[in-house]
């Protein structure tokens, strides 16, 4: 029992350390790119391997409050994750359409610049307009929030250090 602890002691903790990273690259890229990339959130899905992989042994941890901020924390940040994917594709599908039909615009009326068949589909698009403004905003927000799984993260790694 002592040895499956200090496995998964280790593989928990190399985990969080990796996803602290993590998190700090999702905020980087997007204040650089304003996008999500889906490859870091993929990453950070991937290094949760070990602890996905052996969930069902947390309980070789006796302190039951360790064992619940484990699978809390776990819980939380994929669903952040989740919805940082989610908001990211919204925002790809409406862009999409956005083009699509600006595009349709100028081939109906080719004498319409684009700046002036972008303001033509923006009304066609009032909804998703606003829908897109409120995602620039919860983006950012869902992104500031995975600081609070950045220190959970660290805060847990020390508790697992201290265990022998």
Known sequence: MAQAQQLLKIAIADDLK??????DKVAEEWEKT???????LNEIRESRFAYQNNKDW????????????I????LQSAERINNLEY?????YEIESRLNDTIRDIKQKDSSLKHED??????????????EYEN???????????????????QEITKILGTIN
Not at 18 to 23: D, H
Not at 34 to 40: G, L
Not at 58 to 69: A, G, K, M, Q, Y
């Open 117 to 130: 068949a972008g303001r033509v589909a923006l009304g066609y698009m009032e909804n998703e307009n606003r």
């Open 135 to 153: 995602l620039l905003k919860s983006i950012p927000e869902s992104i500031g929030k995975l600081s609070d799984f950045k220190r959970e993260a």
């Open 34 to 40: 304003k996008t999500v990339w889906f490859a870091t």
């Open 71 to 74: 699978f809390r924390y776990y």
């Open 18 to 23: 990796y996803a602290v990273t993590l998190y």
């Open 87 to 91: 908001q990211q594709r919204r925002k």
């Open 58 to 69: 947390i309980h070789v941890f006796e302190n039951p409050d360790l064992r619940r901020r």
